[in-house]
C-alpha cells in the first residue's frame, strides 16, 4: 500500500472530485482527477488505482438517478465507446498520453467555447447514431488511457439539452458499462497489482460519499446553472489538459 502523505493529499480531493461528477454537479470537472493524482505518482498508475474507486461510484450513481436515463442514447453510444477501449487496449504501449491529452484538450475548448461565444443560439440536436459512435469511441479511448471520457461524450450530450437527471442519469449509466468493460484490458496489461488494489481499497469509503454530494448538490441549483458548470468545467480543463499535453511534447523534443 502506498504510504507516502502526499500522495493522500492529492488523492482525497481528486476521489471526491470524481465523485461528485457522477453524482451530477457538473460532470467535465472528472477529468481533474487524474492529472491530480498523477502529481503524485505516474498517471497510468493513478488510473489503475482509480478505476475500482469509479465501479463503486458508478454503481452509487446509477442508484441515485435510476429510471432517468437515455436508454436511446446508451444504445447509440455504448458500442462505439466498447471499440473506442479495444483500440486504446491494443495501442497502449505505443501512445503519448501527451497526445491523448492534446486531443481531448482542442475538442473541450472549442466546443466550450462555441457555447460561451454563441449563448443565444437556441440550437437543440437530437440523437443520432452517427454522431453517437464517433463520440462513443472517442469517449471509450480516452476514458481507458486517462479516465477522460467525459469531454468527449459531453461534445455529443449536451446539444441535446435533456433535463438535469435525464442527461446525469446518462452519464452514470453509460460510464458504468464502459468502466466495468475496462476491467477486462486493465487486468490483462497487469495493472491490478497488490499496491495498487490495496491502496484502491484503502479509499474506498470516500466513493460514496462524493456521489451523494454530487447528486445532494444537483437537486438545490437550477439546471441552466448546471449546463453552464458543465461547459464552464469542460473549457477549464480542457484547456488544462492542452496545456499539459503541449507542455509535455515540447519538453521531450
Not at 185 to 198: A, H, V
Request: proline share 6%; with cysteine.
Amino acid at each position: 500500500m502506498i504510504t507516502d502523505p502526499f500522495f493522500y493529499l492529492c488523492a482525497v480531493p481528486a476521489i471526491l472530485i470524481f465523485g461528485m461528477a457522477k453524482g451530477g454537479f457538473g460532470g467535465g470537472i472528472a477529468v481533474i482527477s487524474v492529472p491530480l493524482l498523477s502529481l503524485a505518482m505516474p498517471p497510468v498508475q493513478a488510473a489503475a488505482i482509480m478505476l475500482p474507486l469509479l465501479i463503486i461510484m458508478d454503481g452509487v450513481a446509477v442508484w441515485s438517478f435510476r429510471m432517468t436515463w437515455s436508454k436511446l442514447n446508451v444504445r447509440l453510444t455504448l458500442p462505439g465507446a466498447i471499440a473506442g477501449i479495444v483500440i486504446g487496449a491494443f495501442t497502449f504501449r505505443y501512445l503519448s498520453e501527451d497526445a491523448i491529452r492534446i486531443l481531448i484538450g482542442i475538442v473541450s475548448v472549442v466546443f466550450s467555447l462555441n457555447y460561451w461565444l454563441q449563448p443565444t443560439l437556441d440550437t437543440k440536436t437530437s440523437p443520432s447514431l452517427l454522431h453517437g459512435s464517433l463520440w462513443g469511441t472517442l469517449a471509450g479511448f480516452t476514458s481507458f488511457g486517462i479516465h477522460a471520457g467525459g469531454p468527449p461524450i459531453s461534445v455529443y450530450l449536451l446539444p441535446q439539452k435533456m433535463e438535469k437527471r435525464m442527461l446525469m442519469g446518462t452519464f452514470a449509466v453509460f460510464f458504468a458499462i464502459v468502466n466495468l468493460v475496462k476491467l477486462v484490458p486493465y487486468t490483462w496489461l497487469g495493472q491490478f497489482d497488490k499496491t495498487n488494489l490495496m491502496t484502491a481499497a484503502v479509499l474506498v469509503p470516500l466513493a460514496p460519499v462524493g456521489v451523494r454530494l454530487g447528486y445532494f448538490l444537483l437537486h438545490k441549483i437550477s439546471e441552466l446553472l448546471v449546463y453552464r458548470l458543465c461547459y464552464f468545467f469542460l473549457l477549464v480543463v480542457g484547456g488544462k489538459l492542452l496545456y499539459d499535453g503541449i507542455s509535455g511534447v515540447t519538453s521531450s523534443v
